[in-house]
Every structure is written in C-alpha cells, then in structure tokens.
C-alpha cells in the first residue's frame, strides 16, 4: 500500500473523534441539501405535468366573421411556440360544456340561448411551455381584434415558477452555510494532524521528501472523510425519503446525476479544506 493512502488510513485511527466529526458536519450539510434537491427536483417534475398540459384559450367575439377565424387559425398555428390550434365553435362548446360539467347539464338543457362563446384551444410545442413563452403567446393571439379573452392560468403558473426558484435559492443558501462549517472543521482536523505529526515532518524534510509527498496524506484524509460524509449523508437522506414517500406524500427519489454530484462536492469539499489548511500549516513548521 503507498505511503499516502497508508498514512491517509491511519489518520482515521489517530483521532476517531475529528475525524468523526468533520465527516458528520459534511454529512449534515449534504443532507440538507439532498433535502431540498428533492423538494427542488420534485417540484420541478411536477412543473414539467403541468407545463405538457398547458395551453392557451382565446375566447372569440360572436361577430367575428368566418374568414378572419379562419385566417388567425392557420397564422397562430405557424407561431414557432405552437404545436396545434383547436377551434371550438361554440356548438362544440355547449356540448364539452354538457360532458364535462355533469352537474350542470340540466341547466345547459334548459338554455334557450347558448351563451358560450367560440374559442381557440392552443397547445404548445415541448420547450416552450414556460412562463414566458406562454405569456408571449398570449399576447399576441389577444391582438387580434375579435379575442374577447385570453386564459392561460397566469396566477397559478407564476407561483408555481417562484415556488422553483425559492426552492433552489434555499437549497443553495442552507448548503453553502453548512458546507463552509464543514471545510471549517475539516481544515481544524488537519491543522491537529500536521502539527501532531510536526516531528516526523521535519525528519522527511531532513532526508529530502518534497513538499507534495509531505501533503499527500493528509489530502487523501480530506478527500476521504469527505467522501465518507457524502455517503452517510446520501443514506441519510433515502432513509428520510422512504419514509416521507410512504407515509406523507409520494415523491420521486432524485437523478442518478444528482446523487454523483453530490458525492463530488463531498469529495472535494474534503479536499479543498485540506488542501488549503495543509499549504497553510506547513509554514509554521
């Protein structure tokens, strides 16, 4: 076994407690994360059902003449956003009206008059179902002069976009916090560790070790004991899952991507924290 990896294994042993701790406070700051990555995650599929089922109505005039109709449908329908127009006249829409809404079909039976108005049901293209595009959409199918309304269910899908955004501003601010915490201690671990080891140092100096065979153990520490609290953390966090996804509400567990990522960040965050501690405290001695 090398030098380093041996040494890196060893430190593990030599302070159980540091070492413990570090890999707790990288564990607690992943977990965190991991918590709102699939609060995020789970919001943004749910975002992605709702985006394939939205679409913009345009409610027609009653004396919009059939050729202008017929004109604005094919014109909407070559708008890069749109994948198809619907026109519902305004039979098609007492008749929807009577099929879906069972409760009210006495009263659509009664009617003498048909007060629904003709509209268009437009469906968009994949990728062009955001909050922007939809608006974009709207706006220009209601300049023309015989759309009475437009409804593309503005209120609720601007929350839903917000609710996204916080939910990653969250995770980003909550983790970011606990991680510096984490690279704290772990730089505290090392700094203990290098000036435990002051001795035997200044000995590999005196028989010409270089400076990167002296920091090599103690990088390999970092990058471990991140490791190590990546992992717990991730099982942390799927142990929550299961239970949350069970009792309370189902949820989809994260991305593949997502859980290597943040084995990543684990790893390096162990790393970097060592890596700065260890060209700092090897000044000193």
Known sequence: MPYALREALAA??????LTGLSCAMIALSLFIVGLFGIVAYNIRRTIERVESRVEVVAYLRDDASPNAVELAQREIAAFPEVQRVYYVSRDEALELAR?????FRAVFDDLDVNP????????LRPGQRGADAVKAVARRIGSYPFVEDVRFGSEWLDKVFLLRRVAGAATLLLGGAFAVVAALIIATAVRMAVFARKDEIAVMRLVGATESFVRRPFLLEGLFTGLAGSILALVATYGLFRVLSGAVVQLEWIPATWLALGLAVGAFLGFAASALAVRRHLREI
């Not at 593990?12 to 407690?17: H, K, M, T, V």
């Not at 099929?99 to 409760?103: A, F, G, M």
């Open 12 to 17: 593990f042993r030599r302070s159980p407690a």
């Open 99 to 103: 099929r879906d809404l069972v409760e």
């Open 116 to 123: 629904l108005p003709a509209s268009f049901e437009v469906r």
